[in-house]
């Protein structure tokens, strides 16, 4: 079986495009795509950026094999110019993103491609992917890790995921939205995101009794082990053998951490029962782990119920986003390069409002309360723009012209970073632990209001002056 070639990753009318920009000599043409969205997760208040290291790695590894060009050769529609075309192919453009970690909101771009036609429009469909999954999932991540009000977070969900890729990237995407480890080895080898796992409950039935499991695991690892304690009877054989091998096994060596599993059951009477014998017996530093198709709103419950839950761990709602399993990110060209170098903004309109794009090559600026440090707003400029945070700033609603507010002690950042320059990556990628900080640092720069899992406040993504105005002009061109 041919080797897999991620080029290949691609919806076929990528190829019949960009054949037709081939022959009508577009391919020598520069345009402008975004990548953003309309609508957050779960009717949530922001998204969590994240994609972006595989979308360096796919950039940077971008060409056609032969069996790749034989292959649409066999399709019979395509210039033979174009498949020569192919042969030689590699990316030449810029590329700009917001970081892996960022809080997003919509219609604002998450990524920006400039490059000749054919590139841009041939790297469409894997961007998409990248950035669309791994948002989801850190997204995802980020509210139950809210919702577990600084309990940890383990991601549980391999077995359950769309796909190798699914479960693999998944559990990187869940790490930078916050969880402290996953259950998927190959995500610790690839990415450094730290596995770990005890037994499930065919270990404990593989021995006579519960008592022997739990004994012999103990012994062969006595270092903090977890006993999964619901295989039989939770409160009347689970906990009890479990406090027992504590004693014989553990405390002897002075050893005291350690932790018990639940996995099925009331979990919030099972968990406050189980507290109270671990105390009694003296196992103070005991922990307790809960599993079991959790997600924010069960975790969330089970806290408000006084749950005796120190770790959750979370599976298949969370590797799948199981309430909101599609992050709906879009690729939209916002402008084209005229045979002058000019950039000429475009625009898509729709009788469905929420479809019509922001046009022109854009910066993306956020601004922050110098006094609180919190994020006020967002603001989407034309490329040529510049925002001087040393003196007042106005910004307009985009949805209501009157309705403005003018920014006088804060600080403004740009956004999106450069990522290519002219086919060349030169962006210096952090690593996983580094993107996690950044993601808890930047969620704690907006209002509690705007993570509310109900309802949260609209934070607000204006357009400068200018930009408004040139979408105003592109509507009436086009009869809006």
């Known amino acids: 079986m041919k080797k897999e070639n991620l080029a290949m990753l691609c919806d076929y009318y990528e190829f019949t495009m960009s054949n037709g920009y081939f022959k009508n000599g577009f391919y020598k043409k520069n345009v402008y795509f975004d990548v953003f969205f309309r609508k957050v997760p779960d009717n949530g208040g922001f998204a969590i950026a994240a994609g972006l290291e595989q979308l360096i790695d796919y950039i940077k590894e971008l060409h056609f094999e032969d069996e790749d060009i034989a292959y649409l050769r066999s399709k019979g529609i395509f210039d033979e110019g174009f498949l020569d075309y192919l042969k030689n192919f590699k990316f030449s453009g810029d590329i700009y993103a917001v970081p892996e970690g960022t809080p997003v909101f919509p219609n604002e771009p998450i990524v920006t491609i400039k ?57 990187r995407a869940a790490y930078i939205g916050g969880c402290k480890g996953t259950a998927c080895a190959l995500t610790d080898e690839l990415y450094g995101v730290p596995a770990g796992g005890t037994m499930a409950h065919s270990w404990i039935q593989m021995f006579d009794s519960e008592y022997d499991a739990f004994r012999t695991y103990c012994e062969l690892y006595p270092d903090n082990p977890t006993l999964l304690v619901d295989t039989y009877n939770t409160l009347k054989s689970g906990v009890p053998n479990a406090i027992k091998v504590f004693k014989e096994v553990l405390l002897p060596q002075g050893k005291t951490k350690c932790a018990i599993r ?48 120190d770790t959750f761990g979370v599976g298949e709602r969370l590797i799948t986003s199981a309430k909101s399993p599609v992050f709906g990110g879009v690729y939209k ?48 400029c034309v490329w040529d723009e510049t925002v001087d945070d040393s003196k007042p700033h106005t910004i307009f609603d985009p949805n209501a012209t009157w309705k403005t507010k003018t920014l006088t002690d804060f600080t403004a950042r740009e956004l999106l970073v450069p990522i290519f320059k002219n086919g060349e990556c030169v962006y210096e990628q952090p690593s996983i632990n580094e993107i996690a900080d950044y993601c808890r640092e930047q969620v704690d720069l907006l209002w509690d209001e705007v993570k509310r899992f109900e309802n949260p406040h609209t934070y607000y993504v204006d357009l400068s002056k200018k930009l408004y105005e040139i979408k105003g002009i592109l509507l009436n061109v086009y009869g809006m």
């Open 115 to 171: 490059a000749p036609a054919i590139e841009a429009q041939i790297v469409e469909t894997f961007v998409l992917l990248s950035i669309n999954h791994q948002t989801l999932i850190a997204t995802k991540a980020n509210r139950i890790v809210r919702a577990a009000q600084g309990r940890t977070v383990l991601e549980f969900g391999s077995r359950r995921a769309q796909g190798a890729s699914g479960a693999v990237l998944g559990a």
């Open 333 to 380: 060209l916002v402008a084209v390069e005229d045979e002058s170098g000019e950039i000429v903004p475009k625009i898509k309109v729709s009788e469905n409002t929420a479809k019509i794009t922001n046009p022109h090559f854009k910066k993306l600026y956020r601004y922050y309360d110098r006094e609180s440090g919190k994020a006020i707003a967002d603001e989407l």
């Open 262 to 309: 639940l996995d099925s059951g009331d979990i919030s009477y099972l968990s406050k029962k189980a507290r109270k014998m671990l105390d009694e017996a003296g196992l103070t530093d005991c922990t307790i782990t809960a599993s079991n198709s959790l997600d924010e709103n069960l975790i969330r419950d089970l806290m408000m119920q006084g749950a005796q839950v």
